[in-house]
């Protein structure tokens, strides 16, 4: 901070900038800060022109597109309110190359095929200290604020990290099962098994571990104290906390067929099967009522929910993301031939098309550092 002021009075003093602003014709501003970007060099950080376009007037939209245009060396960093937002340049994303992709509240998950070279996951950021040490054989994870989970067919269900209510206390799974998926919740976790079924273990004060009984599930979700799934015939049921008037397990929509369903930390959204998305809970950012509008014949394939923001997929490859900002979450680095997304608590990910991961939104645990 004692570096960027006095050169943030520097640049607003300069007469290049009074000119630009005492014009208020943004195409102008435009033009004078690419003069004097080639000016000043590397003395104008990328962080420096987000604070000056911040106080030009420049929208979201506006600035992440000028500093795109720029030639900044080395990784882009851009520092918000609440943390930095960081994605590796051009020439240094596809180092490794991934097929699918996850997050955790606080950390992303890039997986590959396995093969001898490599081992199928890399993970970067926060995923709770003292993981299993054969954790390189797992073949499904999840990775939560303060406990973890991940399964494979010699480590079989493990659980880790915080134990207060028994969340790393997984169960066994039965014999000629398989899991197919794992998610957390704040202190409770969900695991689908092969044959649809559901277990559930951890926190059960609001109900979040009660999966409804007789029901076969194709998708399951979890965030903070809910849970939800998608049954295989494609209702949409949710169970747990009570945040907006649901009784303990509710039908969403009865009639509509569902396809995916995310759980954020107040909210949760489920793509249709054809193609819309649907929204429930806190909408204080707008997380449920914003949703982008796509192109004619363009439909939604996947939407993730982080705490108060979520990322969508559509099925031309383009991401959106909506919802708070606080931390740069929203402003994806990359939006246009997309394979696969994630949302944490506080950032998003997305897969590119050669298989390089990118991330935006906090940092503090290096969630975004992915190269």
């Not at 906390?241 to 954020?264: I, L, R, W």
């Not at 490859?317 to 246009?336: I, Y």
């Amino acid at each position: 901070e004692i570096f960027v002021f006095p050169v943030l009075v520097f640049l607003f003093s300069h007469p290049y900038i009074i000119m630009a602003e005492a014009s208020k014709d943004k195409n102008v501003m435009e033009k004078v800060l690419h003069i004097l970007h080639q000016e000043v060099g590397d003395f104008l950080k990328k962080e420096l022109v987000e604070e000056l376009l911040r106080n030009l007037g420049f929208t979201d939209a506006e600035r992440s597109r000028i500093t795109r245009s720029l030639p900044f060396k080395g990784p882009s960093i851009s520092t918000q309110d609440f943390g930095a937002w960081v994605f590796s340049g051009p020439g240094e994303v596809a180092k490794s190359s991934y097929n699918a992709l996850g997050a955790g509240d606080y950390c992303t998950i890039g997986f590959r095929e396995p093969s001898a070279a490599a081992s199928r996951f890399q993970l970067w950021g926060d995923a709770v200290a003292q993981a299993p040490p054969d954790l390189t054989t797992a073949e499904v994870f999840a990775f939560g604020r303060a406990h973890s989970v991940a399964w494979g067919p010699n480590l079989g269900l493990v659980a880790w990290g915080l134990d207060n209510v028994g969340q790393s206390k997984a169960p066994t799974v039965p014999e000629g099962e398989k899991v197919t998926s794992l998610v957390v919740g704040t202190r409770h976790s969900l695991a689908l098994l092969s044959s649809g079924s559901v277990l559930a273990w951890g926190d059960n004060k609001n109900q979040q571990c009660d999966v409804p009984a007789g029901r076969t599930f194709q998708q399951i979700a979890a965030g903070g104290l809910t849970s939800a799934g998608i049954t295989s015939d494609g209702t949409l049921l949710v169970w747990g906390e009570d945040f907006h008037g649901q009784p303990d397990m509710a039908t969403f929509a009865p009639g509509e067929s569902f396809k995916c369903v995310s759980v954020g930390k107040h909210h949760f959204l489920a793509v249709t099967a054809s193609g819309s998305i649907k929204g429930w809970g806190d909408d204080s950012y707008g997380q449920v009522s914003q949703v982008p509008k796509l192109e004619p014949g363009e439909i939604w394939t996947k939407v993730s929910a982080g705490c108060f923001h979520n990322v969508g997929l559509s099925s031309k490859g383009r991401a959106f993301a909506w919802g708070a900002n606080t931390d740069g979450q929203c402003r994806l680095p990359v939006s246009t031939n997309i394979r696969d997304i994630a949302a944490g608590a506080v950032h998003s990910a997305v897969l590119g098309g050669e298989g390089c991961v990118m991330c935006c939104g906090g940092n503090e645990f290096g969630q975004c550092s992915a190269v």
